[in-house]
């Protein structure tokens, strides 16, 4: 079990890389002057590679923790807030997805600030799902 929890830490923190640094990028790319077409081509590239790479890694840290909650008899409503929040985060990527969709189409009409407030939503996620995974208040 505690290989298994140990691969579960390390794929959420690498996912969590990625949602702390796309939309960090989306700042910046809602930032560019229209003129600088080689910057806005450069961080387009950075962040459809970025979405490409931390896809599967949400993926395999989903599936370990669902291992873990029915491969090891794991309950408790501790359990049951995380998973909402984990599936309100698989919203929030894929959101970001549609995001990096629009800013390649040239359609975002979002601004930087709304971006930083956007860019702190996972912080708040990981906060509370660990204080959820290890305290288990309920
Ligand atoms: C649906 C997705 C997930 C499920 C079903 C799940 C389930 C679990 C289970 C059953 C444990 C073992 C708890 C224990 O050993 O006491 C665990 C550990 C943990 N999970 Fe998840 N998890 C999921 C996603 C995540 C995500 C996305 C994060 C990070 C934000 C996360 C953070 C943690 C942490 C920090 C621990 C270690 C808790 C400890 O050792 O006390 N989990 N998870």
Do not use: D, Q
Not at 4 to 25: D, E, M, N, Q
Not at 45 to 65: D, S
Request: proline fraction near 4%.
């Amino acid at each position: 079990m505690l290989w298994v929890k140990a691969f579960h830490i390390l794929f959420f923190t690498s996912w969590f890389a990625g949602l702390f640094y796309l939309p960090r990028i989306f700042v910046n790319l809602a930032m560019v002057p229209a003129e600088s077409v080689a910057e806005r081509e450069r961080l387009l590239l950075m962040a459809g590679k970025l979405f490409r790479f931390m896809t599967p890694l949400g993926v395999i840290a989903i599936g370990l923790g669902l291992w873990l909650w029915f491969g090891y008899g794991f309950a408790g409503g501790w359990l049951h807030a995380k998973t909402a929040l984990v599936i309100g985060l698989v919203a929030y990527h894929a959101w970001c997805g549609m995001l990096l969709a629009e800013f390649r189409e040239g359609s975002s009409i979002k601004g930087h600030v709304w971006f930083r407030f956007f860019n702190e939503v996972p912080v708040l996620a990981l906060a509370i799902i660990c204080i959820l995974a290890v305290v288990k208040p309920f």
